[in-house]
């Protein structure tokens, strides 16, 4: 297992296109995350999901970002009619479940960096 | 409203010295932090973490230290290498064993291991 992946690493977009990220999360964790890192600033929360189910969303998921992971392996992460605000970098985590008084340090991918032109 | 923060945005440390990160939190109900190292183009990695029933938890040349009352805690490496040089998120956490638990992070600070 090569760790976290995701694809692509870079993508340029035209604002108002509708554009797609794939993460695949290491093969054991049902665990997986999605962040976004803007310059400057600390990754912040979008979404998790346990195995297939989407358990929480951040407020900042605005109902131009959905997300699945349909099977429970790998997920997607689309972003309609993308506006200039929405450049970042886009991180996918995995872990196992937290265990009792144990918290499993994620293990993030590279990311994807948009950019909306 | 930035629950994580942490104030210096760089740090200069001489090698072989020691490096104290530092990260002060608002959000008295967090009850798990996490430290994170960050190089240029990658993912952050996931370094140490401490639960709040403790207040130290050492893994080799890093050690974490938590001050609830003062809700303050820090990150020392020593002594300090120059593959040290990285960005460090500190992260903080609300376990209920089972419900949400994404992690907020503070702004990060970068650390330059100087030779």
């Known amino acids: 297992d090569t760790g976290v992946s995701q694809d692509p690493r870079h993508k340029i977009t035209k604002r108002g296109q509708n554009v797609t990220f794939r993460c695949d999360p290491i093969?054991?964790?049902?665990?997986l995350y999605w962040y976004r890192q803007t310059l400057g600033q600390g990754p912040e929360f979008l979404t998790y999901f346990q195995n297939e189910a989407q358990l929480e969303k951040s407020r900042l998921l605005s109902d131009r970002f959905s997300a699945e992971r349909p099977k429970g392996s790998f997920s997607t992460l689309e972003i309609q009619r993308t506006e200039q605000g929405d450049s970042a970098m886009y991180l996918c985590a995995s872990s196992l479940s937290p265990g009792q008084g144990t918290h499993y340090g994620y293990t993030f991918g590279s990311g994807t960096r948009l950019t909306v032109v | 409203d930035q629950q994580v923060k942490q104030n210096s945005p760089s740090l200069s440390v001489q090698e072989g010295r020691i490096s104290i990160l530092n990260c002060d939190y608002t959000n008295s109900m967090f009850d798990y932090f996490l430290w994170y190292k960050k190089y240029p183009a990658e993912g952050p990695t996931f370094l140490i973490s401490?639960?709040?029933?403790?207040d130290k938890n050492e893994d080799g040349r890093f050690t974490v230290f938590l001050n609830k009352s003062a809700k303050h805690l820090s990150l020392h490496i020593v002594p300090s290498q120059p593959g040290d040089s990285a960005v460090y998120f500190c992260a903080a956490s609300l376990y209920s064993g089972g419900g949400a638990d994404g992690l907020t992070f503070g702004k990060g600070t970068h650390l330059i291991i100087q030779p």
């Open positions: 093969s054991e964790h049902n665990r």
């Open positions: 401490i639960s709040s029933i403790k």
